[in-house]
C-alpha cells in the first residue's frame, strides 16, 4: 500500500543534501537531509526563511543543481539522469525569471515552444493568460519586474504541464497580480494538475496551498495538510465573547470545561465541534454570547514558531518525517 | 536539435551587440570605399605614360641645372644632396614621383585577409557573448528546464555563435567587395582578376572563415569556463599582451606554439608566415583548430558538471 502511495506522488525527495563548498571558506550546507513527497494534484506550498534551502531544493529538483547526496524524483524520473523523459509535462519558474531581453514576449515563448513543437495559437493563449496579450510583441528589455514574473509563469504554463514547479510566483506582483497568481494556482490545481509552489507570502499560501512543507535551516520541519500544520499538534480552542467575561469564566469553570480570560475575550480550551457546550454552560447562568468562533491560528505564526532561531542555532529538531499522500 | 539551433540564432540575432557589430561594420565599409573611390582615380595607361614622360623631362631638365650649379653637392634651394646617390636621384626626389592612383580590383585578396584580423576579435566577441550574456541574463537557467541535456544545449549554442560570426565575416566581405567596385570600374582596372584570382580570394576566405570559427570556439569556450563575457575578453587580452610576447621574445622555441603566429601563417596563407620558421598553413590550421576542440571540450565537460543558478 505504502509503495502504491508513493507511486502516486509526483516529487519525491529522499536525503536530499546539497553543501556549497568554496575555495577558502567553509562548507555551506543549503539542504541537510530533506526527505520530501508531494502527492499528486492540488497546491503545495513549499515555504521558508531565506537560507532555508529552498530554491536549492527546487534547483536539485529540476537537475539545475547536483546533489552532494540523495535524490529527487520528478513524475517518476530522477532528476540527474532521467529528466529529459519527464520535461515536458513539468513547468517551472525558478527566482526571478530568466528571459531572452531583446525578443519580445510572444518570441521568447515561441522559441521555447518550438523546442517541444508548441505552436502560435497556445503561445497566444498563454500571453491571455498571464495578462500579457497586449504588450505580446514589445521587447523585454522593457518590461517591469511584474511584467518579467508573468511572462516567466508564462514560460511554465507553456507545456500544458501536469506539474508545475514554481519559485516565489508572486515575486514583484502588485496586489492585483498576486490575486491573479492566487486564482491561477487554485484554477491549475482544479484541472487536476500538480502545483509546487514555493513562496514567502504566508497568507497567500494559507488561501490557496492544500499542503505545506516547511523548511529551516536546510531541513523539513513541518509538513502535511495546511490545517494539520496549522494546529501542529496542538488543542483547538474557541474565542468566546460575552458582556461579564468574569462571570462567564466561572460559569464555565463551573461546568468544568477549561478557560482562560484573554485580552477582551475568552479563550477556551474545546475543539470547534464542542462549542454547544459552552453555549449551555453560559445559557444556563443567564448569560448570552455576543461571539462564539473557532480560535484562529495563521500560518505566519506558525512559520515564526516553527522556524526563529532555527536559522542562527542549527536545527533543534531532527527533519521531518516524509509526507505521504494519502 | 534542429529546433534548439533554430532558437539560439534567433536569440543571438536579437541581440543589442549583433546589431551594433552589423551598424559598425557597414559603416567601417561605407567611409572605407568613400575614401578609396576618391583617393583613386581614373587614368588610361597613355595618360600614365604621358605623365611619366614629362615627369622624366623635368628631371633631365634638374640634373642639367643641378650640373651648373657651383656647388653640385648643395641643391639649388641650398638643400645637402650627400644622402642622394646621384644629381638624378635627388631629381628625381625633387620632381616626385608619377604615382599610379588607379584602383586594382586585383588588390582585393589582400585586402580581405587585412580585414580578417580585426573580423576575427568580433567572432571572439560574439563567442564570449553569445555565452557570457546567457549566464548574466539567467536565461540559460530557463532554457535549461526546457531542454535539460546539457550537452546538447551548448553545443547549439557554439555552432549558433559560429554560423552568426562566419555569416557576419561572409556578409562583410561580400559588402566590402561591392563597395570597392565602383572604384575598381570607375576608378581602376579589374585586370588581374581571371580564374586563378579568384580561386586565391576563395582560399582566402575559406581559411579566413576557418580562422573565425575558430575564434568563436575559443572565446566562446573561455565565457562559458569563466561565466563571463568580461572574463573572456580579459583572458583573451591578457593571454595575447603577456603570454605571446613572453614566450615569443624570450622562449623562441615554443614560439611555434603561440596562437598569434599559427593564426598569421593561416590567414596569410604563406608557410612559415608570422615568425614561425617551418610551419605549414595546414599544420597552423589543424593546431588552431585543435585549441579550440580541446578548449570546448572542456567547457562541455565544466558546463555538465556545474550548478546552474
Known amino acids: 500500500m505504502l509503495l502504491h502511495l508513493w507511486a502516486m506522488a509526483v516529487v519525491e525527495i529522499e536525503g536530499l543534501r546539497k553543501e556549497y563548498r568554496r575555495f577558502r571558506h567553509r562548507p555551506v550546507v543549503a539542504v541537510d537531509g530533506l526527505d520530501l513527497s508531494v502527492p499528486s494534484g492540488g497546491v503545495f506550498g513549499f515555504l521558508g526563511p531565506n537560507g532555508s534551502g529552498k530554491t536549492t531544493t527546487i534547483r536539485c529538483l529540476l537537475g539545475l543543481a547536483r546533489p552532494s547526496s540523495g535524490t529527487c524524483r520528478l513524475l517518476g524520473a530522477n532528476s540527474g539522469s532521467e529528466l529529459p523523459r519527464v520535461i515536458g509535462r513539468v513547468g517551472?519558474?525558478?527566482?526571478?525569471?530568466?528571459?531572452?531581453?531583446?525578443?519580445?514576449?510572444?518570441?521568447?515563448?515561441?522559441?521555447?515552444?518550438?523546442?517541444?513543437?508548441i505552436g502560435a495559437t497556445t503561445v497566444q493563449a498563454t500571453l491571455e493568460r498571464v495578462g500579457l496579450a497586449?504588450?505580446?510583441?514589445?521587447?523585454?528589455?522593457?518590461?517591469s519586474l511584474g511584467m518579467r514574473q508573468r511572462l516567466g509563469i508564462g514560460i511554465a504554463l507553456l507545456k500544458d504541464p501536469e506539474l508545475l514547479v514554481l519559485d516565489e510566483p508572486a515575486n514583484g506582483l502588485d496586489p492585483a497580480g498576486i490575486k491573479e497568481v492566487r486564482d491561477l494556482l487554485k484554477g491549475l490545481a482544479a484541472e487536476g494538475r500538480t502545483v509546487f509552489v514555493s513562496s514567502h507570502i504566508l497568507s497567500e499560501v494559507q488561501q490557496s496551498c492544500d499542503r505545506v512543507a516547511i523548511m529551516s535551516g536546510g531541513r523539513c520541519v513541518r509538513s502535511g495538510p495546511v490545517d494539520e500544520v496549522l494546529s501542529g499538534g496542538r488543542p483547538t480552542g474557541l474565542v468566546v465573547k460575552l458582556a461579564n467575561l468574569d462571570r462567564g469564566l466561572s460559569a464555565l469553570?463551573?461546568?468544568?470545561?477549561?478557560?482562560?480570560?484573554?485580552?477582551?475575550?475568552?479563550?477556551?480550551?474545546?475543539?470547534?465541534?464542542?462549542?454547544?457546550?459552552?453555549?449551555?454552560?453560559?445559557?444556563?447562568?443567564?448569560?448570552?454570547?455576543?461571539?462564539?468562533?473557532?480560535?484562529?491560528?495563521?500560518?505566519?505564526?506558525?512559520?515564526?514558531?516553527l522556524t526563529s532561531g532555527r536559522e542562527q542555532g542549527g536545527m533543534a529538531d531532527g527533519p521531518a518525517a516524509p509526507e505521504v499522500a494519502e | 536539435m534542429?529546433?534548439?539551433?533554430?532558437?539560439?540564432?534567433?536569440?543571438?540575432?536579437?541581440?543589442?551587440?549583433?546589431?551594433?557589430?552589423?551598424?559598425?561594420?557597414?559603416?567601417?565599409?561605407v567611409v572605407a570605399s568613400v575614401?578609396?573611390?576618391?583617393?583613386?582615380?581614373?587614368?588610361?595607361?597613355?595618360?600614365?605614360?604621358?605623365?611619366t614622360a614629362e615627369a622624366e623631362t623635368r628631371v633631365t631638365r634638374c640634373v642639367q641645372e643641378s650640373a651648373r650649379a657651383p656647388n653640385p653637392s648643395v641643391s639649388p634651394s641650398g638643400k645637402p644632396v650627400m644622402s642622394f646617390q646621384d644629381l638624378r636621384e635627388m631629381c628625381r626626389f625633387r620632381v616626385g614621383k608619377v604615382t599610379d592612383h588607379r584602383f586594382e580590383l586585383s588588390e582585393l585578396k589582400g585586402i580581405l585577409q587585412g580585414v580578417t584580423a580585426p573580423l576575427v576579435i568580433v567572432a571572439w566577441v560574439i563567442?564570449?557573448?553569445?555565452?557570457?550574456?546567457?549566464?548574466?541574463?539567467?536565461?540559460?537557467?530557463t532554457l535549461l528546464t526546457w531542454e535539460p541535456r546539457r550537452g546538447r544545449v551548448l553545443v547549439a549554442k557554439v555552432v549558433a555563435a559560429m554560423v552568426a560570426a562566419c555569416a557576419f565575416s561572409l556578409v562583410s566581405w561580400a559588402l566590402l567587395s561591392a563597395a570597392l567596385l565602383p572604384s575598381a570600374l570607375l576608378h581602376g582596372t579589374t585586370a588581374g582578376t581571371g580564374g586563378g584570382w579568384l580561386r586565391s580570394v576563395g582560399a582566402v576566405v575559406l581559411r579566413g572563415e576557418l580562422m573565425i570559427a575558430i575564434a568563436t570556439g575559443v572565446g566562446f569556450a573561455v565565457a562559458s569556463i569563466g561565466r563571463n563575457t568580461a572574463a573572456a575578453l580579459g583572458v583573451g587580452f591578457a593571454y595575447f599582451l603577456v603570454i605571446e610576447n613572453v614566450v615569443g621574445n624570450?622562449?623562441?622555441?615554443?614560439?611555434?606554439?603561440l596562437i598569434l603566429g599559427n593564426s598569421i601563417v593561416l590567414i596569410s596563407g604563406k608557410?612559415?608566415?608570422?615568425?614561425?620558421?617551418?610551419?605549414?598553413?595546414?599544420?597552423?590550421?589543424?593546431?588552431?583548430?585543435?585549441?579550440?576542440?580541446?578548449?570546448?571540450?572542456?567547457?562541455?565537460?565544466?558546463?555538465?558538471?556545474?550548478?546552474?543558478?
Not at chain 1, 102 to 113: E, I, M, P, T
Not at chain 1, 253 to 277: K, M, Q, S
Not at chain 2, 35 to 51: K, P, Q, W
Request: a positive charge.
Open chain 1, 92 to 117: 517551472s519558474l525558478v527566482e526571478m525569471p530568466g528571459l531572452f531581453p531583446g525578443l519580445s514576449a510572444r518570441k521568447n515563448l515561441a522559441v521555447l515552444g518550438r523546442l517541444e513543437d
Open chain 1, 253 to 305: 469553570t463551573e461546568a468544568g470545561i477549561a478557560a482562560h480570560r484573554a485580552d477582551g475575550f475568552l479563550r477556551v480550551d474545546l475543539p470547534a465541534a464542542e462549542a454547544e457546550r459552552v453555549t449551555r454552560a453560559l445559557v444556563r447562568k443567564r448569560l448570552y454570547l455576543t461571539e462564539l468562533r473557532p480560535e484562529e491560528v495563521s500560518l505566519e505564526a506558525v512559520f515564526l514558531e
Open chain 2, 250 to 257: 624570450y622562449l623562441a622555441g615554443y614560439r611555434r606554439w
Open chain 2, 127 to 141: 563567442g564570449a557573448s553569445s555565452i557570457g550574456a546567457e549566464w548574466q541574463a539567467r536565461s540559460i537557467t
Open chain 1, 134 to 143: 497586449e504588450r505580446a510583441d514589445d521587447q523585454v528589455r522593457g518590461f
Open chain 2, 2 to 29: 534542429t529546433a534548439l539551433l533554430a532558437g539560439e540564432l534567433r536569440r543571438l540575432l536579437s541581440r543589442r551587440m549583433i546589431r551594433v557589430l552589423v551598424l559598425l561594420a557597414v559603416a567601417g565599409i
Open chain 2, 35 to 51: 575614401i578609396t573611390f576618391f583617393n583613386t582615380e581614373g587614368v588610361s595607361d597613355a595618360t600614365l605614360r604621358r605623365r
Open chain 2, 271 to 309: 608557410d612559415s608566415g608570422g615568425e614561425v620558421a617551418g610551419r605549414s598553413v595546414l599544420v597552423a590550421g589543424i593546431y588552431l583548430s585543435a585549441v579550440a576542440v580541446v578548449l570546448l571540450a572542456v567547457a562541455v565537460m565544466a558546463f555538465q558538471r556545474r550548478d546552474v543558478g
